[in-house]
């Protein structure tokens, strides 16, 4: 099994992760990391802080000449505004105490942190609370993406809507259809998506988003949106029915829903079946010159909490930032009188970012069941488990299901 932990403040001096349980001889570039760190700080509607952190990653441990080692890997990222808050965050003694913040933003952790943590100064639990955590998870999940690569894996994402606006045509209908090229691959969404400022793949829809943004920015108000990701090449059989904490699909919405601001997952047509009748909500599976097949995909590839082999699709609906610079109503919880919240250095909308943190965090919960089902103590071992299992499964099913 892998795990992974994250370590750090927003305004501290470092972020930090240390992964476990990776198999020995991935290959691995420091500049594959970095490039993912990057792709997370694009997009329009991000405050000043994104152009002061060009966020990098450091190899401590677990990686020798490019290909891990098969022990703890730790990677660091730095902060480079530490220096601006280095009196502010010190974990020794400060040479004059900060004033204390004691009023608290709606729909930030701010109010439940002070209180559950029995801190004065909401400070304490803002630095931890902030989304700048998901630079640190974004470079141990990128681990994960490197390792399912090995195995014809993809993943990859697009904007749905952001501030209400969606696209004039529907992008996801190919997905549900199963209708999508032979040779498409989860990546070729972000290859195009990552060329807009939203991440959206029509000109008339990004002009729209960015109108509305700087319509947020004047008011100084911020705004959500909802994005899908996708992950190719999941072989059919990851997950399990047999108890609940190993289906595939209660692991992704736990971890996509840890994501900060995200408030809704949704796995294949969720939802909309929810409004439909049963015959066209399901996928019905037929046999073609390769053997069984599937008609459509509206489970989103997974049924019975098991991947059945074609796309992963996940949508996921993010809130707006609970920062405001015209603030809505709180209460000072040193004076107890109520008034207007704080105003502070923040993003108006972090939707395109929010989308590729859940490349990352579907990487890594995909990472997790391929281990459990084919791990081995080498990445060599891990491709020979692998080989056997699809092997039996072509000769006993189908050569349709994203197999290599
Ligand atoms: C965040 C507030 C902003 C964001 C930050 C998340 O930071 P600051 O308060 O320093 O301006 O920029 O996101 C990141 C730093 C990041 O790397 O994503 C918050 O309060 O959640």
């Given at each position: 099994?892998?795990?992974?932990?994250?370590s750090?403040?927003?305004?501290?001096?470092?972020?930090t992760?240390i992964?476990?349980g990776?198999p020995?001889?991935?290959k691995?570039?420091?500049e594959?990391?970095n490039t993912?760190?990057?792709?997370?700080q694009?997009?329009?509607g991000?405050g000043?802080?994104?152009?002061?952190e060009?966020?990098?990653?450091?190899?401590i441990?677990?990686i020798?000449?490019?290909k891990t080692?098969g022990?703890?890997?730790?990677l660091?990222?730095?902060?480079?505004?530490?220096?601006?808050w280095t009196?502010?965050?010190t974990?020794?003694?400060?040479?004059?105490?900060?004033?204390?913040?004691?009023?608290?933003?709606?729909?930030?952790?701010?109010l439940v942190?002070?209180?559950?943590?029995?801190f004065?100064d909401?400070?304490?639990?803002i630095?931890?609370s902030?989304?700048r955590e998901?630079?640190a998870r974004?470079?141990a999940c990128t681990m994960?993406?490197r390792?399912?690569?090995e195995?014809?894996?993809?993943?990859?994402?697009?904007v749905?809507?952001i501030?209400g606006?969606?696209?004039?045509?529907?992008?996801?209908?190919k997905?549900?259809?199963?209708?999508l090229?032979k040779?498409?691959k989860?990546w070729?969404?972000?290859?195009?998506?990552d060329k807009?400022?939203?991440?959206?793949?029509?000109?008339s829809?990004e002009?729209?988003?960015?109108?509305k943004i700087q319509?947020a920015k004047?008011?100084?108000?911020t705004l959500?949106?909802?994005?899908?990701t996708?992950?190719?090449?999941?072989?059919?059989?990851?997950g399990s029915?047999?108890?609940?904490d190993?289906?595939?699909?209660a692991?992704?919405a736990r971890?996509?829903?840890?994501?900060?601001?995200?408030?809704?997952v949704?796995?294949?047509?969720?939802?909309d079946t929810a409004?439909q009748?049963g015959s066209v909500?399901?996928d019905?599976i037929?046999n073609?010159?390769n053997?069984?097949?599937r008609?459509?995909?509206?489970?989103?590839?997974?049924?019975g909490?098991?991947?059945?082999g074609?796309?992963?699709?996940?949508r996921?609906a993010?809130?707006?930032?609970?920062?405001?610079?015209s603030?809505?109503?709180?209460?000072?919880?040193?004076s107890?009188?109520?008034?207007?919240?704080?105003?502070?250095?923040s993003?108006?909308?972090?939707?395109p970012?929010c989308?590729v943190?859940?490349e990352a965090?579907?990487?890594w919960t995909?990472a997790?069941?391929?281990?459990?089902?084919?791990?081995g103590d080498s990445?060599?071992?891990?491709?020979d488990n692998?080989k056997n299992?699809v092997?039996?499964?072509?000769?006993?099913?189908?050569?349709?299901f994203?197999?290599?």
């Open positions: 099994m892998i795990r992974y932990l994250t750090g403040e927003s305004h501290g001096k470092a972020l992760t992964i476990e990776f020995s001889n991935l691995i570039e420091n594959y990391i993912h760190l990057k792709r997370r694009m997009g329009y991000r000043a802080r994104m152009k002061m060009p966020d990098t990653a450091e190899i441990s677990g020798r000449f490019q080692l022990s703890p890997i730790c660091r990222i730095d902060n480079k505004d530490w220096e601006n009196d502010i965050m974990s020794g003694k400060p040479k004059e105490k900060p004033e204390k913040i004691t009023i608290p933003r709606p729909g930030h952790a701010d942190g002070v209180s559950k943590y029995n004065d909401i400070r304490n639990s630095d931890r902030s989304a998901t630079a974004v470079a994960a993406r390792l399912l690569e195995f014809g894996i993809s993943v990859g994402s697009f749905e809507s501030g606006i969606y696209p004039a045509r529907n992008y996801s209908k997905l549900f259809d199963n209708s090229d040779d498409f989860g070729d969404l972000s290859d195009k998506s807009s400022d939203v991440r959206v793949f029509e000109k829809q002009e729209k988003i960015i109108k319509l004047k008011k100084g108000d959500g949106g909802t994005f899908y996708v992950a190719t090449g999941v072989p059919l059989g990851l029915f047999v108890h609940f190993r289906k595939l699909s692991a992704i971890d996509i829903m840890s994501i900060n601001a995200v408030k809704g949704e796995i294949g047509k969720g939802f409004e009748f909500s399901h019905e037929c073609d010159e053997g069984i097949s008609r459509s995909n509206r489970a989103g590839g997974i049924e909490g098991i991947s059945t074609l796309p992963i699709i996940v996921t993010m809130k707006p930032i609970a920062t405001l610079m603030p809505i109503g709180t209460v000072d919880l040193k107890m009188d109520e008034m207007e919240s704080r105003r502070e250095r993003d108006f909308v972090a939707v970012a989308a943190i859940s965090v579907l990487s995909l997790e069941f391929f281990i459990e089902k084919f791990g990445i060599e071992e891990m491709k692998y299992y092997n039996k499964l072509k000769k006993r099913v189908s050569k349709n994203n197999v290599k």
